[in-house]
């Protein structure tokens, strides 16, 4: 089946460091991929996604590039803050039934970021 | 409110006990689904409700009993659950069959079983 594998942390940056979580998979066809945050105490939220090969997501200075030769979805970001102390998880959106309209997130073992003052 | 919204956000339960987790939806989504977060996991995909349909994933345990009334609420029925069963349990919903969207998911319940 499908999966996500992502590295697994736990990563410690000082503030305005440059950010890399590796995240690769393996499926069957191209799937849309997508990278999720979850803060202390709360549920995962939606950072960024890629539907296509070559597209790139971005946001709050996050970016990741769909690149189907390596089957890689890396999560980048410049210069760090505090406030991304946080969860990261990728994910995979496939069909959980075949011919059906219903999908499913797989997701990565996620990777938790500190950043220090 | 606006969103995903669970409760109780923590809950304590002996194994011989019954209760019930709740999700509600605004967003006007048609899908919802249950996933279970536990420590050094990926997160797992326990149901899927498209149109009020219930999409089963058959490696859940009969324990857990999920229940869709209508598109905007979703509860997990649980009993005779076993420690092994404490996690967050998170609830999410999109928008099924429509594009490339992912979901929007719940702040989750925290259970302890004891």
């Known amino acids: 089946g499908n999966s996500v594998t992502q590295m697994e942390g736990p990563v410690t940056l000082s503030e305005e460091a440059f950010l890399t979580i590796n995240c690769t998979y393996t499926?069957?066809?191209?799937?849309?991929l997508f990278w999720y945050v979850q803060y202390p105490g709360e549920g995962l939220q939606l950072l960024l996604k890629a539907t296509k090969a070559d597209d790139k997501g971005s946001n709050k200075g996050f970016e990741a590039t769909y690149r189907k030769e390596t089957t890689s979805f890396h999560l980048e970001k410049g210069s760090v803050q505090v406030s991304d102390s946080a969860v990261y998880f990728c994910a995979l959106r496939e069909p959980f039934n075949s011919g059906g309209s219903n999908y499913k997130l797989t997701f990565g073992k996620g990777t938790l970021l500190t950043v220090n003052p | 409110e606006t969103g995903v919204t669970q409760t109780p956000r923590h809950l304590v339960m002996g194994m011989t006990n019954k209760k019930s987790l709740k999700c509600e939806q605004h967003l006007g989504h048609n899908a919802m689904y249950w996933y279970k977060q536990s420590a050094k996991k990926p997160l797992e995909l326990m149901f899927v409700y498209s149109l009020e349909e219930r999409v089963e994933n058959n490696s859940v345990p009969s324990r857990f009993s999920p229940e869709c009334p209508n598109s905007s609420h979703l509860f997990l029925h649980l009993h005779t659950l076993q420690p092994e069963d404490s996690a967050l349990y998170l609830c999410?919903?999109?928008?099924?069959?429509?594009?490339?969207?992912?979901?929007?998911f719940g702040s989750g319940t925290r259970l302890t079983v004891v």
């Open positions: 499926a069957t066809g191209y799937p849309s």
């Open positions: 999410a919903s999109s928008q099924a069959g429509t594009g490339n969207y992912g979901y929007t």
